[in-house]
């Protein structure tokens, strides 16, 4: 005789004393608990995998450099960033100067990058124009010798 109440959420025997197990009613059983818990541990949006735990765990992470006035740097990370924001430590985010505006912090994100600054996989490369322009326009200035710049990274 096959049980006679079964669970509400999975329809899994409930034994009365008076019920005769079958073996048909445990492997019933057995089906329902590896479709409804495995199908729920396998469920990626429900978990966290190792890079989303990694993401909560250190959301973000900073390093400081010193400009050495090259046209270009590169720095990199041991993942790749969502986001970077770059910015010079003791400047303002930008200052007028004759003839252009130094720009002395940038952001990049999802293919969008401000002057100076872009985001390709794993690397942030930053930008030092070697020419002030004399139109008014910005120049970066995000190595600029001498200067401490922060890179602050989002995972």
Known sequence: ???SKKSTVLGLCLW?????PRRVDFVADNEAIESQLGGHIQNDNLHLNDTRRKRLD???EVRTYTGTGAASRTILFG???SAVIVF???KPFSQATTGCTKQYAGIAADGQNSLGVTLSTAQVTVRQTQTAPTDGSGMASLNESGVTYAVLAFR
Request: glycine residues 6%; hydrophobic residues 35%.
């Open 1 to 3: 005789m096959a049980a």
């Open 16 to 20: 009365e004393g008076t019920d005769k």
């Open 58 to 60: 250190t959301p973000t």
């Open 79 to 81: 993942f790749s960033p």
């Open 88 to 90: 010079a430590v003791d």
